[in-house]
């Protein structure tokens, strides 16, 4: 069983930085596919960045050129480095991991079935 844990969310003002880390407790396969997902109240779970064991990566274009996905195959971690924050980008973030990249869901719900709890990020 696979499960993602993330941390690193917080408060920060407009224009500043986060880090956030997503382990992947349990994960050990060779191949895989995880993706930072975030959402706001009374709106869907929107995905912005995807990363696969082939270093394919992929960003909605709200975060193309803000915000950058890398790993850590060592320890089975996922970062999302967030530069120039903006209000917009306040939500609950959300760390999703697969075996495997379904090909067009990468950055869609349906394309993962290991979810995180989450962590907040608030830009004030």
């Known amino acids: 069983h696979v499960q993602p844990v993330e941390s690193g969310g917080g408060s920060v003002e407009a224009g500043g930085s986060l880090r956030l880390s997503c382990v992947a407790e349990?994960?050990?396969?060779?191949?895989?596919?995880m993706a930072w997902f975030r959402q706001v109240p009374g709106k869907e779970r929107e995905g912005i960045a995807s990363?696969?064991?082939?270093?394919?990566?992929m960003y909605a274009d709200s975060v193309r050129g803000r915000f950058t996905v890398s790993q850590d195959n060592a320890n089975n971690t996922l970062f999302l480095q967030m530069n120039s924050l903006k209000p917009e980008d306040t939500g609950m973030y959300y760390c999703?991991?697969?075996?495997?990249?379904?090909?067009?869901?990468?950055?869609?719900?349906?394309?993962?079935?290991?979810w995180g709890q989450g962590t907040q990020v608030t830009v004030s």
């Open positions: 999703a991991a697969d075996r495997y990249c379904r090909g067009g869901l990468v950055l869609h719900v349906a394309g993962y079935n290991y």
């Open positions: 349990g994960y050990t396969r060779a191949r895989w596919c």
């Open positions: 990363l696969d064991s082939d270093r394919t990566t």
